[in-house]
């Protein structure tokens, strides 16, 4: 059962990853937001799509706040340069 005080643990989380971005200037996922979530694509165009956000995520200053925010949340998509699946089996859960 999600609580409220998970949710806004999260919300805080949000903003506080929000705010990182702000200071450090644009980010490339702000720009193409699409390239972190292709889910629905064919598999040949998902790794490739992967490989090119993971890279974007190479470059980006806040790549470890915004992994780190995703292994706390459990969002889906590509966060700090990791998959789902990459971070849940790093992460153990």
């Known amino acids: ?12 989380k949000y903003l506080e990853l ?3 971005i702000l ?11 699409e390239v972190f979530f292709a889910q629905e694509a064919s ?6 799509v992967e490989e090119i956000a993971k890279s974007m995520c190479g470059r980006c200053p806040v790549r470890v706040r ?5 292994l706390s949340t ?3 998509g590509i966060w700090g340069g ?8 790093s992460s153990g859960t």
Do not use: F
């Not at 999600?2 to 999260?10: A, P, S, V």
């Not at 598999?43 to 490739?48: D, P």
């Not at 990791?82 to 089996?89: G, K, L, W």
């Open 1 to 12: 059962m999600t609580t409220l005080r998970h949710l806004l643990g999260i919300e805080r």
């Open 18 to 20: 929000h705010e990182a």
């Open 43 to 48: 598999k040949e165009a998902q790794n490739l």
């Open 66 to 70: 915004c992994r780190d925010y995703a």
């Open 82 to 89: 990791t998959t789902e699946a990459e971070r849940y089996s």
């Open 23 to 33: 200071e450090c200037g644009p980010v490339e996922c702000e720009e193409l937001p």
């Open 74 to 76: 459990r969002v889906t």
